[in-house]
């Protein structure tokens, strides 16, 4: 193996992918980059196991194939304190890797590429192609239901199903619930998968780029991305997601209408005195008034009161104010429309003439 490459676009790349790498003393190849190079271009690889990262960049310089794996950490802090346009040489010799640069030269011990856990063979089941602005709005309107370190693991996670022509995602602690959709442009096979936390809040830091056009590919067990010269795979949770469609409103009557700048400002002044433990904050509504009262084990108290246009029955409901204060936090629209289950259970809130994501949050007992 032997190839040269401009350092700024070796570091770019490498920044990209480093992130995965972890110290494992049982299992130390975890901490190495797996570099291969052959049809022109340059691959680099990292793992931790549950999720796969690959940069591709095109190689226009002569070059001899061949892979290997050198240390992650290394290779990108030598190479970020070459200046940008550097030329960095590298050649596999006798397990040893040799980089030189400038006026500065490094030997690297190598592990070989064969004991590298990385994704060669990935059959899909299913294929398209998506905005990566419009997932990742999907992923930002949904991420923070999610499970955290639940026993029920299929809740440490979120769903992304095709069911009918729309994409789903949907994420759920089992006392909240968010659920994001839109229109797919093209017909495509049937799958639900649950796609873990930790591999969910990796793709959103990659999808803050420039829209660009994702290739999707779903796997059995995996899903694989491909955003530009990048490639995402990661596992899949295996498991039964809830019900979630018993949990969405299949009559919505009497809306509530109500700003959700002033119900936000109202809600953070109030959670000062929320109950550290319960968070619990009541919600009262009538003669086109909204009140805001939250106590804590203190027994100090806060009432905070805002006008809206509501003519309807008085309403009384106690509800956790950081999982409101999370969803208005993703609403863009300038109001919100609350409804109110028969069994005034749960509240299920919307953007205003805009139903494509939907929030259902169980409340407190009184």
Partial sequence: MKFIIQNDILVKNLKKITRLLVKNVSFPILENILIQIENGILSLTTTNLEIELVSKIEILTKYIPGKTTISGRKILNICRNFSEKSQIKMQLKEKKMYISSENSNYVLSTLSAETFPNHQNFNHISNFYISSNILKEMIEKTEFSMGKQDVRYYLNGMLLEKKDEYLRSVATDGYRLAISHTQLKKDINFFSIIIPSKAVMELLRLLNIKSKSLNILIGTNSIRIHIKNLIFTTQLIEGEYPDYESVLFKEKKNPIVINSILLKKSLLRAAVFA?????????????????????????????????????????????????????????????????LNKSQSSIQIEEENNSSNSYVIMLLKR
């Fill in 275 to 339: 109950h550290e433990k319960f968070c619990g904050i009541e919600i009262n509504i009538k003669n086109n008034k909204c009140q805001v009262l939250s106590d804590n084990q203190e027994e100090e108290t806060a009432e905070d009161l805002f006008g809206i246009n509501y003519f309807g029955e008085a309403i009384e409901i106690s509800i956790n104010v950081y999982y409101l204060l999370d969803v208005i936090n993703n609403i863009k629209s300038e109001k919100i429309t609350l409804f």
